[in-house]
């Protein structure tokens, strides 16, 4: 893969370049099998990293002799793997011959490898090129795939790069995936995503096409921030399986790879790996080098034998969810809202119970949606939902969803992440930040300097009503320092706290302003931050700040939902990089903080705490590995100690991750009520906004332990 560069400047392919460059040479570690195909089986979860491991093939510059780490790069593609001590081949390279029979010599040699993965190019091409049709390479794939049915993908090589710079579109993908179905192939689809592509406008259609993606970096300095990337693609393309590459040369800047970075990347890819977080490392190189290899295969040895998370689950119970949850049927699950998502749920002062969400109008002129900030209010439990009230919708000067600049781009606003809460005299709050999606004339999206998206944070902002909710105010904007920045990403979370003396608090989190000059002592390094504000005037104004945790990354994941225990103990829920949720307490109004103590697992998140009229507590999170949707479990011990063993699911039907953000409050009635919501799958941005959909879970106290403690309730 690393014959073309990936800013799209072809070179020429590596069978005409062997001499002068030397052979790619590559090994895959990847987890549990990938999206599987309907009419596939199953691909068995490795058990130990060992059986996980591929090696990345180039058949066509294996050469006869014995293999070795010193030719390690001319050998064939099953000497690789004898070399390496890897079960698995990706046959990679040129790609799959389109001459049948040598197509067939090259997956004989490796015929008694468990899993199997084919590189295709399209037809007539040893590249990725125009007019991108793929009919007759998988008509030579055919054929091997019913000899050895351990073949479960293909991948598609520089597809934002290379492929991309002569018009490859996501169409070209979906015609990939209908030529294997029209060919009766349950094939995955695996594509080469590069980090350096993130900003360019074309890259998210196409990832979105795939089954898998197999992310690099192209400068091994970059490979610092793997964990970071990895992060993004979760946050792009949520639920989507990811394979991490990591090279053993440095090719962004033309040296040798250096044994400390390079043990830095595999250390830290092996840790998303045994996360679940990846599902595998491809190991690349196109030069002989015996001492990185070496080193490579002897790191494979010390670490080949240790189990994989996937093989040391929670011992199976009659019908669980498959990350071993009990399935709480017996809940009363109702959709609230349509084109809406990201709910947040809070009880009031008499009882009641308000429902905020995000609702998204979606513009006729380009593939884009404004989003505002209602409130339904239930009265019976949850069992019924007053008609939606406006908190705030940003609108241009002349009152429409979005602005023309003066370049004739668009910029389209969003109110996104809100909080509620009542204070005791009665006022209700509300909180957001504003985000300016940027698009250029012609309506792709536009990413922004120095950030990875393409919108521009506007900061935060407060409106209150002291009516009941009926009307709110004007939004205020926020001083957030010491958060903040040229380019801020900062965003409050779902519920405000009253503390006993009046004070209000409010949890933020996002970017470290670099200009800040306050008190605060800050670690030089910290680039984003989470904690607290706080307010003495019913949330009019907004101050006297506390950072809970601060970390060097540039990627606020860090959201924060607070809690006040009867016992005046404070309890932070805060998502963080691993995409688990942690916990963090406060006895001093939130002042001083210990933690963290693990919450959830990686993949279940984002997370809160409600503590129940009885004491006891709930705790909530949105499950974005499957069953993906909602989940819930109780602690006895004010949060000291979790009952994860006997979480019960409470959604388990969505269709992908880009799902929960569950949390929960009580009804006067007593009725335990958790919001959560679905999207559905991609297809354009307006659409993903319109099937969005709000739902919630009703039961009681009685319901949730006893789903929790009987393996057999609320089974189908």
């Known amino acids: 893969m690393i014959d073309r560069q990936p800013d799209g400047r072809n070179r020429s392919t590596l069978r005409r370049n062997a001499a002068r460059l030397g052979v790619v040479s590559a090994i895959v570690i990847a987890v549990g ?6 009419d596939r089986p199953a691909v068995k979860s490795p058990q130990t990293v060992r059986e996980a491991l591929w090696v990345w093939g180039n058949p066509e510059m294996g050469q006869p002799g014995e293999a070795s780490a010193e030719r390690f790069a001319h050998a064939t593609s099953r000497g690789r793997a004898k070399v ?9 390279g040129s790609g799959l011959p ?7 010599s090259w997956t004989n040699d490796v015929g008694d490898a468990p899993r199997l993965v084919w590189e295709i190019m399209a037809d007539g091409q040893d590249n990725n090129k125009p007019p991108f049709e793929y009919k007759q390479r998988i008509s030579v794939l055919k054929p091997l795939v019913k000899r050895y049915p351990q073949i ?10 290379v492929a991309a710079s002569h018009g490859f579109l996501p169409e070209h993908l979906r015609g990939i995936k209908d030529e294997l179905k029209k060919q009766e192939l349950p094939l995955d689809l695996w594509g080469v995503l590069y980090t350096m592509n993130f ?15 197999n992310l690099w970096h192209w400068h091994a300095k970059d490979t610092a921030n793997l964990e970071a990337n990895v992060a993004e693609c979760e946050r792009r393309y949520p639920g989507k399986p990811i394979v991490a590459g990591l090279y053993l040369y440095d090719y962004g800047d033309g040296r040798r790879m250096p044994l400390d970075i390079h043990e830095a990347q595999c250390e830290t890819a092996l840790k998303l790996l045994k996360e679940q977080r990846i599902r595998g490392i491809v190991f690349l190189s196109i030069n002989d080098d015996p001492e990185v290899v070496k080193w490579t295969a002897d790191w494979i040895k010390r670490v080949g034998d240790e189990p ?14 498959p990350d071993g949850a009990r399935l709480f049927t017996t809940a009363r699950k109702e959709m609230v809202a349509k084109g809406a998502a990201f709910s947040a749920i809070t009880a009031l002062n008499d009882g009641s119970l308000a429902l905020t969400v995000q609702r998204a109008k979606a513009l006729d002129e380009l593939d884009s949606s404004n989003v505002g900030i209602e409130w339904l209010r239930s009265t019976d439990g949850g069992e019924t939902w007053s008609e939606p009230t406006l908190i705030y919708r940003p609108l241009a000067e002349d009152g429409k969803l979005f602005r023309r600049r003066p370049d004739q781009g668009y910029e389209v606003f969003q109110a996104r992440n809100q909080a ?15 985000l300016n999606y940027q698009y250029t004339p012609s309506g792709d999206e ?9 919108h521009e944070n506007q900061g935060l902002f407060c409106t209150w009503s002291d009516d009941d909710g009926r009307t709110w105010t004007k939004p205020t904007k926020i001083d957030i320092a010491p958060f903040g920045g040229p380019r801020p990403m900062v965003s409050p979370h779902w519920w405000f706290v009253s503390l006993p003396d009046g004070t209000v608090l409010m949890s933020l989190y996002g970017s470290r302003d670099p200009q800040y000059k306050g008190p605060l002592t800050i670690p030089d390094d910290a680039q984003t931050m989470s904690g607290v504000l706080r307010s003495t005037d019913r949330g009019e104004t907004w101050g006297d700040p506390t950072i809970i945790m601060s970390k060097a990354g540039d990627l606020p994941w860090e959201e924060n939902a607070l809690r006040l225990l009867d016992d005046g103990t404070l309890l932070g829920s805060m998502r963080t990089e691993r995409h688990s949720v942690d916990q963090y307490s406060s006895t001093d109004g939130g002042r001083t903080w210990s933690g963290p103590t693990p919450f959830t697992e990686p993949g279940q998140q984002p997370g809160g705490v409600l503590q129940l009229k009885s004491g006891l507590l709930v705790g909530t999170w949105g499950n974005r590995r499957e069953p993906y949707g909602a989940a819930a479990m109780v602690s006895r011990d004010r949060g000291q100690s979790w009952d994860f063993p006997h979480r019960v699911s409470l959604e388990w039907e969505s269709p992908n991750a880009n799902c929960g953000y569950a949390n929960a409050a009580q009804a006067g009635d007593g009725t335990i009520v958790v919001t959560y919501y679905i999207m559905g799958e991609y297809s354009t941005y307006r659409a993903l906004w319109d099937d969005s959909r709000v739902f919630i879970s009703r039961f009681t106290e009685d319901e949730l332990l006893q789903a929790m403690s009987n393996q057999r309730v609320g089974f189908p």
């Open 33 to 38: 099998g990938t999206v599987v195909a309907a």
């Open 84 to 92: 390496l001590g890897t079960p698995n081949v990706l046959m990679a």
């Open 98 to 104: 389109e001459n049948a029979a040598e197509a067939l």
């Open 152 to 161: 479960e993908a293909v991948l598609i090589d520089d597809m934002t790069s």
């Open 199 to 213: 900003p360019l406008p074309g890259t998210d259609p196409l990832v979105r096409e795939l089954d898998v993606i």
């Open 308 to 321: 994989l998370a996937a093989a040391t689950g929670a011992p199976p119970t009659e019908k669980p969810a």
């Open 420 to 434: 509620i809460g009542q204070l005791p005299d009665g006022r209700m709050l509300c909180s957001f930040c504003v």
């Open 446 to 454: 536009e990413p922004r300097p120095g950030v990875a998206w393409n």
